[in-house]
Structures are given as structure tokens and as C-alpha cells.
T-cell receptor, first 117, second 115 residues
């Protein structure tokens, strides 16, 4: 059974710092990995999608890497800002479950990020 | 604008009173699903649908029903809500036939409280 773990559970940094969020998964048979942002009580906003054949994806100040063989992904946020404060979730899409199972995402518990001025 | 729209955003109801949460997407996606999010348990899939008239159970289907009569809509039905169904609910949609490139899009969530 696929399990996704995110470390740290919470992170508090001063504005301007570069930071790394970690995501690990137990089964490397995945089609892709997706990073989301969730503001308190709000929906999930997709940040980056990394296909299993890719090593990294970039969007603005965000860079996500994927090492499928070791079951790890990192989300790098450059020059953090107070507006980056949110919960960050990673989710994997399985490729070995067969049939219809690859539609379901398996989520980590998230990292709560606070960027203070 | 590509989006998944859920309604209502907030709902307080009493035990046993049937309710429906609507979900609609405008991206012509085949795959739609419902998740619930609870503290300490994360996001768990309730039901999913691969296309019109094709639905199946996710990890936590008890107490819920769904239907998929049109490709764009996927309502979640609670026939007799109970307090343990108090949660934050999300509808999601994605393409189905290109799994590597499939990106999931989520609605804004429905905060349900059952008293």
C-alpha cells in the first residue's frame, strides 16, 4: 500500500529565506507527483506536476524535484514571502494498481508553512 | 477559466436530513472524484467516476452516494447524515487516458457540519 510522508510537519521561517519541503513515498511505481497549496479552510491549488519520467519542474520561485527510484520529492521555495504561508501537500498517482486505480491520488499529511515578516 | 465548482461552500445540517453537494467541471474531464479531509487523517477518497454512468467506491464510501448522469456533474449525496460525516469535502477532476500528464483540479471545498 502506498504511503506518503511529508517532513517537516510544520515550518516557520523569516521572510526572504530559501526553504525546502520534503515528500517521500514508499512505492516508486507512480505516473506522476503533484504539489498543492492549501490556504486555511480553502481548496487545493495545483502548484507543480512532475511526470515520472521527469526530474524537476519549475514555476516562478518554485522548483520541484523527483527521484522516483528513492521515493523522494522536494519542493524548493526561493525568497519566501508572507503570502507563501499555507499548507503544502504532495500527492502521488499510482501506476501499478491496474484498472481504474491510477485515478486516485495518495496524499501526504502536509507541511504547514509560516513565513513571518 | 478551467475550474471545478462546488456548492454550497458551507453547510450546517441536522442528523438524518438528506443533502446533496453539487460539483461541476468545465474541462471535459472523464475522471471525477470526491475526497474528505479530516485532521490527522488527511485526504481520503470517497467515490470516483471514470465517465458517465460509471462510478465506484473509494476508501471511505459508507454513508455516501454519487451519480454521474452528465459528464460535467458529479453530485455527492448524503441520504442520512450523521455527526461523523462532519468534514471538509473536495471534488476533483482530471483527464483519464493520459496518466503521466494527468493533473488533478480541485474545487474550493464544502465545509459540512452535521449536528
Amino acid at each position: 500500500k502506498q504511503e506518503v510522508t511529508q517532513i517537516p510537519a510544520a515550518l516557520s521561517v523569516p521572510e526572504g529565506e530559501n526553504l525546502v519541503l520534503n515528500c517521500s513515498f514508499t512505492d516508486s511505481a507512480i505516473y506522476n507527483l503533484q504539489w498543492f497549496r492549501q490556504d486555511p479552510g480553502k481548496g487545493l491549488t495545483s502548484l507543480l506536476l512532475i511526470q515520472s519520467s521527469q526530474r524537476e519542474q519549475t514555476s516562478g520561485r518554485l522548483n520541484a524535484s523527483l527521484d522516483k527510484s528513492s521515493g523522494r520529492s522536494t519542493l524548493y521555495i526561493a525568497a519566501s514571502q508572507p503570502g507563501d504561508s499555507a499548507t503544502y501537500l504532495c500527492a502521488v498517482r499510482p501506476s501499478n494498481a491496474g484498472g481504474t486505480s491510477y485515478g486516485k491520488l495518495t496524499f501526504g499529511q502536509g507541511t504547514i508553512l509560516t513565513v513571518h515578516p | 477559466e478551467a475550474q471545478v465548482t462546488q456548492n454550497p461552500r458551507y453547510l450546517i445540517t441536522v442528523t438524518g436530513k438528506k443533502l446533496t453537494v453539487t460539483c461541476s467541471q468545465n474541462m471535459n474531464h472523464e475522471y471525477m472524484s470526491w475526497y474528505r479531509q479530516d485532521p490527522g487523517l488527511g485526504l481520503r477518497q470517497i467515490y470516483y467516476s471514470m465517465n458517465v454512468e460509471v462510478t465506484d467506491k473509494g476508501d471511505v464510501p459508507e454513508g455516501y452516494k454519487v451519480s454521474r448522469k452528465e459528464k460535467r456533474n458529479f453530485p455527492l449525496i448524503l441520504e442520512s447524515p450523521s455527526p461523523n460525516q462532519t468534514s471538509l469535502y473536495f471534488c476533483a477532476s482530471s483527464m483519464y487516458f493520459r496518466p503521466q500528464k494527468t493533473e488533478a483540479f480541485f474545487g474550493q471545498g464544502t465545509r459540512l457540519t452535521v449536528v
